[in-house]
């Protein structure tokens, strides 16, 4: 699992430019299976996704398709961590 930490650079007008290019982004990897939760950071900084991938090259390139990778909106912190303990419901996501 990787949590990706993204981390605004543009003043917020920037980066509602890109929000609507940005979700549909977010719509394609829930779809394929990589992406499991999203959002802003409260205060609205940048963001956090929470990634299934099988290593850490495949996440960089997922990122590198994202418009606010594009158009640099945003810096990307990549953590990669192995889940120990877990619900019930999350255990059906990692597997």
Same mark, same amino acid.
């Given at each position: 699992m !990787?949590? *990706?930490i993204? +981390?605004? %650079?543009?003043?917020?007008?920037e980066v509602e430019k890109h929000l609507e290019a940005h979700r549909a982004y977010l719509d394609k990897h829930y779809a394929s299976g990589y992406f499991v939760a999203s959002g802003a950071?409260? @205060?609205r900084t &940048?963001?956090?996704i929470l990634c299934k991938a099988s290593n850490r090259g /495949?996440? /960089? &390139? *997922? *990122?590198a398709q994202d418009p606010f990778y594009e158009?640099? *909106?945003? +810096?990307? %912190?990549?953590? /990669?961590? +192995? @889940? +120990?303990? !877990?619900?019930?419901a999350f255990g059906?996501?990692?597997s």
């Open positions: !990787y949590l *990706i993204l +981390t605004y %650079q543009k003043d917020l007008n950071q409260v @205060p &940048g963001g956090v /495949e996440v /960089e &390139g *997922i *990122i158009h640099q *909106i945003a +810096t990307y %912190q990549i953590i /990669e961590f +192995t @889940p +120990t303990k !877990y619900s019930e059906k996501v990692l």
